[in-house]
């Protein structure tokens, strides 16, 4: 990953103070480019306009997320244990930021109903790291499923409505004893899916 300019990374800081402050709709790039002690053609030389800059602060918070599901990828545990981690790691992390932090959940949500770059590259990232599980899984004899496309649709298609930014704000007053203990049998049935070959 490139290094940032210390401009650009000051830049990052402070409009991500904004937008979470702030939200959406009284974000601008002059408020930003004051606090960072600059000008607003300045903020433009590293980001061509606001959306941009918005999606650079959601960039971020994608990319921490990432990595922490990288991490539990890399991991020496079983495949099945790995996919459950990775499941509720990522419910978790998107549920967290809805309740903690409304205004970046809210350009989280924009940017994947409008399917900017970064909502499609962290779907690709995020599909990666499933797909490499599962096949972890295959490899070891854990899994066996019939096809194994169709298995990781059905494991990415069951969870979406954990993960989804859209799903998560339609059930946001869900007590969440009640979500854990749906999101908890969903992921029993996706391990016995992918354990006897259902799919």
Do not use: C
Request: no cysteine; aromatic share 6%; glycine share 4%.
């Amino acid at each position: 990953m490139p290094t940032r300019e210390p401009s650009e990374t000051r830049i990052l800081s402070v409009a991500s103070e904004h937008l979470r402050q702030f939200g959406l709709k009284r974000f601008t790039v002059v408020a930003v480019a004051a606090e960072a002690g600059m000008t607003h053609a300045n903020v433009y030389r590293y980001f061509p306009s606001r959306g941009a800059l918005v999606d650079a602060v959601v960039d971020v918070w994608l990319k921490t997320t990432e990595r922490r599901l990288a991490d539990i990828a890399d991991g020496p545990d079983p495949a099945a244990d790995k996919l459950e981690r990775l499941i509720l790691a990522l419910a978790k992390g998107n549920r967290d930021l809805l309740s903690e932090d409304p205004h970046l959940f809210a350009a989280l949500s924009q940017a994947v109903a409008k399917r900017h770059a970064i909502s499609r590259r962290n779907r690709t990232r995020v599909r990666a790291l499933f797909e490499r599980v599962i096949d972890e899984g295959i490899a070891s004899g854990a899994f066996e499923p019939r096809d194994r496309d169709r298995a990781i649709a059905f494991v990415i298609d069951a969870t979406h409505r954990f993960i989804h930014p859209a799903a998560l704000a339609l059930e946001a007053d869900v007590p969440q004893a009640s979500v854990d203990t749906r999101l908890a049998t969903l992921i029993r049935v996706a391990l016995r899916v992918l354990e006897t070959g259902i799919i």
